[in-house]
């Protein structure tokens, strides 16, 4: 069963980077199947996509985001990266990794499944 | 970038039918898929493509589709499935590789 899990620090400086590491177990992050996404939800609000990442690296980013954002991937560890620079309150929120559906022909994507998320308050 | 718009607030009475859509000029191309969030916890997928069900997903859930908007249906709601729901599809605008989510909606059962 393919299990997700976020880790990182809990706490962020405004004007810092945001660092979180997603750690897949029960399957390959390198399956040529997948992607592996980032998703926001700041607290009482909605879900925001941040961005995927292929296992060979293609990296596709939230428009809205895409200035401060690096997704990367170490497939020998099974694992993908997420760095949010230049935070501020807003960056404030739930973050969840992802597995992410999506191939490029078809006409549909999704999320399945989803880690436990991890809260990241950007105070000082 | 496309959005993806949803009710705020829907309710449906014990063992009723609700629908919750979701609109956007995305979804005259792409699916969307469907999620439920409750109180603390991740969201779970309960609907992807045309109309499918993960492993684990009631059927009393089902997706549809027409023009602009997308349907999630709960035919038979139960007191469990009172919680937020989500959909999601493919950005129709800029490369095509992009996603969207919608606000929302949080779903009452009385």
């Known amino acids: 069963q393919l299990q997700l899990q976020e880790s990182g620090p809990g706490l962020v400086k405004p004007s810092e980077t945001l660092s979180l590491t997603c750690t897949v177990s029960?399957?390959?992050?390198?399956?040529?199947?997948?992607?592996w996404g980032w998703i926001r939800q700041p607290p009482g609000k909605g879900l925001e996509w941040i961005g995927s990442i292929y296992y060979s690296g293609s990296t596709y980013y939230n428009p809205s985001l895409k200035s401060r954002v690096t997704i990367s991937v170490d497939t020998s560890k099974n694992q993908f990266s997420l760095k949010l620079s230049s935070v501020t309150a807003a960056d404030t929120a739930v973050y969840y990794c992802?597995?992410?559906?999506?191939?490029?022909?078809?006409?549909?994507?999704?999320?399945?499944?989803w880690g436990q998320g991890t809260l990241v308050t950007v105070s000082s | 970038s496309s959005e993806l718009t949803q009710d705020p607030a829907v309710s449906v009475a014990l063992g009723q039918t609700v629908r919750i859509t979701c609109q956007g000029d995305s979804l005259r191309s792409y699916y969307a898929s469907w999620y439920q969030q409750k109180p603390g916890q991740a969201p779970v997928l309960v609907i992807y493509g045309k109309n499918n069900r993960p492993s684990g997903i009631p059927d009393r859930f089902s997706g549809s589709s027409s023009g602009n908007t997308a349907s999630l249906t709960i035919t038979g709601a139960q007191a469990e499935d009172e919680a937020d729901y989500y959909c999601?599809?493919?950005?129709?605008?800029?490369?095509?590789?992009?996603?969207?989510f919608g606000g929302g909606t949080k779903l009452t059962v009385l």
């Open positions: 029960g399957g390959s992050i390198s399956s040529s199947s997948y992607y």
């Open positions: 999601n599809s493919r950005d129709s605008s800029g490369n095509h590789l992009e996603v969207v």
């Open positions: 992802a597995r992410h559906v999506m191939v490029v022909a078809a006409i549909s994507s999704w999320f399945d499944p």
